[in-house]
């Protein structure tokens, strides 16, 4: 069972930056897509951006495409997000999670399709 530990949530001013970080346990890290997801209070649960398992392969949601920029790091079993230029509407959980499938060759951005997640991370942009 693979464990994920999201960092690097805070409160930022609108316009500023902040890189959340994922840090997985176990050794099969690198045969998995990676995702990163979030949640604003009295809403579902909605794709931010993902990394395929060798990282040659990136998606973003279209909210945050140009701004954030998903990345891993295999020999430390971690994948980050950088987000810049934020907004008062980017405020929610942020979450990380692991595809159900190894070395899967379409990513899906169904948060159905992600079968471990991590506790999140508190992401708050002010006006």
């Known amino acids: 069972q693979v464990q994920l530990v999201e960092s690097g949530g805070g409160l930022v001013q609108a316009g500023g930056s902040l890189r959340l970080s994922c840090a997985a346990s176990?050794?099969?890290?690198?045969?998995?897509?990676m995702g990163w997801f979030r949640q604003a209070p009295g809403k579902d649960r909605e794709f931010v951006a993902a990394?395929?398992?060798?990282?040659?392969?990136?998606y973003y949601a279209d909210s945050v495409k140009g701004r954030f920029t998903i990345s891993r790091d295999n020999a430390k079993n971690t994948v980050y997000l950088q987000m810049n230029s934020l907004k008062p509407e980017d405020t929610a959980v942020y979450y990380c999670a692991r595809e159900r499938r190894p070395r899967s060759l379409v990513i899906s951005p169904s948060p159905a399709d992600f079968g471990s997640w991590g506790q999140g991370t508190q992401v708050t942009v002010s006006a």
């Open positions: 990394t395929s398992w060798s990282g040659g392969s990136t």
């Open positions: 176990g050794r099969t890290f690198s045969d998995y897509a």
